[in-house]
């Protein structure tokens, strides 16, 4: 069955920066795009950005632009999301999420947290 | 991109029905048929209900509708059970491969 497995939770303090992973299980990797969508403690849906890992290409909301960079491994159907420079704000729980159909998104993964904290 | 407006809170009791709206503008719910829905429990990752529109994955019961007109979508829960008590959250496209989603509405089921 299909399931998107996480990294584990990460600490780190301001100007760092994270790489968060999540590994597909149970369907054909490349055939699917995924997404990334942040959410704060407490706080609504954020989304980040897609890849699709095909032919690796990237969208990112403005948002992140420019601190965020998604990238995939087909040889072990894991996507990455590494973000940059990061501040307290960017304390959340960061979920993968598949696109089923155009811009909605059937699995998840189970979330990993960064927390950010001098 | 500000996120798309829903109300913070509504309820019901069981049996009844309640209808969730989510208001975007021209250039994301209004622009696309592109409006998804989403259940979160406490701790859990969000849960797949409804996509374009009014579609039903399968296994979503058909309690669950969504509609829309102009730039507000909407859930509906039909039939209200207490295990329908979650967060839900909108989310539309809004072009240029971005997606948005709303500010999320706790049901409370009375």
């Known amino acids: 069955q299909v399931q998107l497995v996480q990294s584990g939770a990460e600490v780190k303090k301001p100007g760092a920066s994270v790489m968060v992973s999540c590994k597909a299980f149970?369907?054909?990797?490349?055939?699917?795009?995924m997404h990334w969508v942040r959410q704060a403690p407490g706080q609504g849906l954020e989304w980040m950005g897609v890849?699709?890992?095909?032919?690796?290409?990237?969208y990112y909301a403005q948002e992140f632009q420019g601190r965020v960079t998604m990238t995939r491994d087909t040889s072990t159907s894991t996507v990455y999301m590494d973000l940059s420079s990061l501040r307290s704000e960017d304390t959340a729980l960061y979920y993968c999420?598949?696109?089923?159909?155009?811009?909605?998104?059937?699995?998840w993964g189970q979330g990993t947290m960064v927390a950010v904290s001098s | 991109q500000s996120a798309l407006t829903q109300p913070p809170s509504a309820s019901g009791s069981p049996g009844q029905s309640v209808t969730i709206s989510c208001t975007g503008t021209?250039?994301?719910?209004?622009?696309?048929?592109?409006v998804s829905w989403y259940q979160q429990y406490p701790g859990k990752a969000p849960k797949f209900l409804i996509y374009?529109?009014?579609k039903r994955p399968s296994g979503v019961p058909d309690r669950f509708s969504g509609s829309k007109s102009g730039n507000t979508a909407s859930l509906t829960v039909s039939g209200l059970q207490a295990e329908d008590e979650a967060d839900y959250y909108c989310?539309?496209?809004?072009?240029?491969?971005?997606?948005?989603f709303g500010g999320g509405t706790k049901l409370t089921v009375l």
């Open positions: 999420a598949r696109e089923i159909q155009p811009h909605a998104f059937d699995f």
């Open positions: 149970g369907y054909t990797f490349t055939s699917y795009y």
């Open positions: 890849i699709n890992p095909s032919g690796a290409t990237t």
């Open positions: 021209s250039s994301d719910i209004g622009g696309y048929d592109y």
């Open positions: 374009e529109v009014n």
């Open positions: 989310s539309s496209y809004a072009g240029n491969d971005n997606v948005i």
